[in-house]
Nanobody
Framework: QVQLVESGGGLVQPGGSLRLSCAASGFTWDYYTTGWFRQAPGKEREGVSSISNSDGNTYYADSVKGRFTISRDNAKNTVYLQMNSLKPEDTAVYYC???????????????WGKGTLVTVSS
C-alpha cells in the first residue's frame, strides 16, 4: 500500500524558512517522480516542484525559483522541500504526490499525501 506522509508545515513570518518532508512507503522508489503541489484558499491547486527519484532531475514553478529547493534521500525514501524567503502568497496546504513524470506534470498522480499547512504571516 502506497503511503505518503508530509510534515514540517507551520506558521512562519515573511522572509522566514521552512523545510517540508514527504516520507514514502509501499512502492518501488526509483521508478517514480515525486512532486510538491499547493492549494491556497479559494484557488486551484498548482504544481510547485518535482524531482525524479532515480536521477534527481528537478523542476520548479517560476513563482518559487530561487527560493525553494527540492531534494531527496533515497535511503529514507523521503523528499524534502526547503522553502526560503517565504512570502504571504506562499500560504497554502502543501501536498506531495508520486507517480510517473507525465502524471506528476499533468497533476493526475495516483498517490497523494494528506497535506501540511504552511502559513506565512506576521
Amino acid at each position: 500500500q502506497v503511503q505518503l506522509v508530509e510534515s514540517g508545515g507551520g506558521l512562519v513570518q515573511p522572509g522566514g524558512s521552512l523545510r517540508l518532508s514527504c516520507a514514502a512507503s509501499g512502492f518501488t522508489w526509483d521508478y517514480y517522480t515525486t512532486g510538491w503541489f499547493r492549494q491556497a484558499p479559494g484557488k486551484e491547486r498548482e504544481g510547485v516542484s518535482s524531482i525524479s527519484n532515480s536521477d534527481g532531475n528537478t523542476y520548479y514553478a517560476d513563482s518559487v525559483k530561487g527560493r525553494f529547493t527540492i531534494s531527496r534521500d533515497n535511503a529514507k525514501n523521503t523528499v524534502y522541500l526547503q522553502m526560503n524567503s517565504l512570502k504571504p502568497e506562499d500560504t497554502a496546504v502543501y501536498y506531495c504526490a508520486t507517480d510517473t513524470l507525465e502524471k506528476i506534470f499533468s497533476g493526475t498522480a495516483a498517490y497523494w499525501g494528506k497535506g501540511t499547512l504552511v502559513t506565512v504571516s506576521s
